[in-house]
């Protein structure tokens, strides 16, 4: 550690007197230990600041996952309802073909029923064609109802 002499400290804090000397490095101490208690005060206060942005990264890291989910489910949620639109359409177009049958089925036998024989099916074995050729655009058509109807479909070709 350097060592000031007492001329060199009056000289540099402008006193003349010893009495003034004492002063002056009384006041240079006070105002050193302010300094110290307030810089013992700011590191505090930084320490609290840090903490509170530590907390706010969190909360915001959080409601970035939280707005992740959000979207994620709104994406499910739209896909869902495009994937239930598709199908409600499907089911528009079977519940069609199925009135067509029905329709089919009623001339046909409204015919049978005047007596006109030898006519057959010919109205309900062509609803079953439609049916069974509109089938594919319904995914793909159905593993189990297509086979059947098209084993109806050939059974009623060939009866007429």
């Not at 915001?60 to 989910?69: E, G, N, P, T």
């Not at 199908?87 to 009135?99: D, Y």
């Not at 005047?114 to 050729?133: N, S, Y």
Request: hydrophobic share 45%; with cysteine.
């Amino acid at each position: 550690m350097r060592r000031v002499s007492l001329d060199s400290a009056r000289t540099a804090l402008g006193v003349t007197e010893d009495g003034q000397l004492l002063l002056a490095l009384t006041v240079v101490a006070v105002s050193c230990e302010v300094a110290w208690r307030g810089l013992g005060t700011s590191r505090r206060h930084l320490a609290t600041a840090a903490g509170h942005q530590r907390d706010m990264a969190q909360r915001l890291h959080d409601r970035a996952r939280q707005v992740a989910a959000a979207r994620a489910s709104a994406e499910a949620a739209a896909a869902t309802n495009e994937v239930t639109a598709d199908v409600l359409g499907q089911l528009e177009e079977v519940m069609e073909a199925l009135e067509s049958l029905v329709a089919a089925v009623t001339r046909d036998r409204e015919v049978m029923l005047c007596g006109t024989r030898g006519q057959g099916f010919h109205r309900v074995a062509e609803a079953l064609r439609e049916i069974i050729e509109g089938s594919a655009r319904w995914r793909g058509g159905h593993k189990e109802v297509t086979p059947r109807l098209e084993v109806a479909y050939r059974a009623l070709v060939g009866q007429g």
